[in-house]
Every structure is written in structure tokens, then in C-alpha cells.
Nanobody, 122 residues
Framework: QVQLVESGGGLVQAGGSLRLSCAAS????????MGWFRQAPGKERGIVAA????????YYANSVKGRFTISRDNAKNTVYLQMNSLKPEDTALYYCATKATIGPITNSYDYWGQGTQVTVSS
């Protein structure tokens, strides 16, 4: 089992920045890809960004390309999401996830955090 705890969410004005962190504990040796997902009220949860175990492969949703950056520190078992130029439409509950199998970094995630709220005011 892997436990994930997100932090760094909050209220920010449009154009501002936030940095989300996700700390993993437990059987961290089984972690492969890590990702950030978000769910806005009334919408389905969707992927925001993902990163391979080595960090050499990343994925971004079109809506955040050029504004968000995902990174990971395997020594600290932590993944980050730097969010710049935030827009009101980025408002959502952001989740961290990791998968225990090798495969595409955009799907089939096994472990999830509880989420951290990001609210962007206009």
C-alpha cells in the first residue's frame, strides 16, 4: 500500500501561482508513474499532468500546457505541480495519484490522495 498526502492548495487571484506537493509513504518502492488529476464541481475527474518514474517522460493536458510543470523528487518520495498563470477555470479539487505497474503514464492509477482544493478568483 502507498499513502499519498497532498498540500499547497488555497485561494489565489487569477494570474497567480501555487505549488502543490504530494508526499508518499508506505511501499514507495512500488511506485512508478505519478500524476495530478482534478475535479471541478459537476465535472468528471480528469488528468492534469503525469510523470514517469525517472522523470524523463511527462504529460500535460492541453488546458495547462505552458502554465503547469510537474516534477518529482524520488529521494523524498514527493511529486510537485507548479501552477502559474492560474485561471478561474483551474478551480478544482486536485488529486495526486501513483501507479504500481509499468505502463502508460496517463491511466490505470492505483493509489490516490484525498485531494487539495485550488480556488482561483477572477
Amino acid at each position: 500500500q502507498v499513502q499519498l498526502v497532498e498540500s499547497g492548495g488555497g485561494l489565489v487571484q487569477a494570474g497567480g501561482s501555487l505549488r502543490l506537493s504530494c508526499a508518499a509513504s508506505g511501499r514507495t518502492s512500488t511506485m512508478y508513474s505519478m500524476g495530478w488529476f482534478r475535479q471541478a464541481p459537476g465535472k468528471e475527474r480528469g488528468i492534469v499532468a503525469a510523470i514517469s518514474r525517472s522523470g524523463s517522460i511527462t504529460y500535460y493536458a492541453n488546458s495547462v500546457k505552458g502554465r503547469f510543470t510537474i516534477s518529482r523528487d524520488n529521494a523524498k518520495n514527493t511529486v510537485y505541480l507548479q501552477m502559474n498563470s492560474l485561471k478561474p477555470e483551474d478551480t478544482a479539487l486536485y488529486y495526486c495519484a501513483t501507479k504500481a505497474t509499468i505502463g502508460p503514464i496517463t491511466n490505470s492509477y492505483d493509489y490516490w490522495g484525498q485531494g487539495t482544493q485550488v480556488t482561483v478568483s477572477s
